[in-house]
């Protein structure tokens, strides 16, 4: 059935891929307060703790389906266990010139430049101030205002974590868009140290005010990072008691694209789906040999079948998310991955 539904999507505003996105997240903020009764099919009972953290099943939406909490009461009914806002950022911004976002159906792929396109950290707050407790865990991915000089990017992720901080059970930090200029310098030893030092002390001081323990950080990469470069990111985890990892975001890469879909390799933007699968698994595994399994990952990166989630799971992967997968495999995928994991003897210990 979804088959038919995703050919009907992906028809919506002439094929334009940005318009049939806006489009279904807006029904789907009319629908969900009545989509209740849907988790009952779609949702799947697995619970697992990570980094503190109860989630009803393992299988989350990645940042970047709704950036401004929309649609917040349809995805558990879909069957996610957890859903990741964002990316955020302080300062509003309207993102890259249109148009910015690309299907690559023969690759099962998608190519964005969004640019972090979103209504800013104090519009998500007051949004989430308004609506009901989220029924699973809420991530909160910050990001790096465009107009902010990279030198103050401190500052500028610190203004989105205050803002948001009592709304979040966990907050991402995005360093690895390839769609902010400098973005991902911020990757670099030294950058990342300054930044993470003072958002872990910011976390700190908001959870002493609450009387509570300090929400999880977590620390987005990049797929296309050398092993020393993600052992480097690793150290400075380690140093300032970062809780996960999210590995990955999308690739500059445009290996694996399939000749269909050559046409589209120029546009400028981060390739996620199928051609991330392998790389995205092969840094899971990095950081959990690295780490000796010590510290939670959420794997996500061309997941786009259970087969994908398992040896995502198996590579080191405490939970995964889905973003590219869910486009091309509905709500059905998030049951299977779901159904999986919570049969799987790994799962059972």
Known sequence: MYKLIRRGLFRVGGGDAEVAHHWTTAVLAKVGPALGPVRRV????????????RFPNSVGLAAGMDKDGVALAAWPALGFGFV?????????????EKPRLFRLPESAAIINRMGFNNSGAEALAERLARGPRLRVPLGISIGKSKV????????????????????????????????????????????????????????????????????PLLVKIAPDLTDDAIGEVLQVCDQHGISGIIATNTTLSRDGLAADDQHLAGQAGGLSGRPLTERAREVVTFVHKETGGRLPIIGVGGIMEVDDAARMFDAGASLVQLYTGFIYGGPGLVRRISRYRRDSPASRG
């Open 42 to 53: 779609l949702g799947v009972e697995a619970p697992v703790t990570v980094f503190g953290v």
């Open 84 to 96: 990741e806002v964002g990316t955020v950022t302080a300062v509003a911004q309207a993102g890259n």
């Open 148 to 215: 902010v000089p990279v030198e103050q990017a401190v500052e500028d992720y610190r203004t989105s974590l205050r803002a948001l901080y009592q709304y979040g059970d966990y907050f991402a930090v995005n360093v690895s868009s390839p769609n902010t200029p400098g973005l991902r310098g911020l990757q670099d030893r030294a950058a990342l140290s300054e930044l993470l030092a003072e958002l872990s002390l910011e976390c700190k001081a908001l959870a002493e005010r609450e009387r509570s323990v300090p929400r």
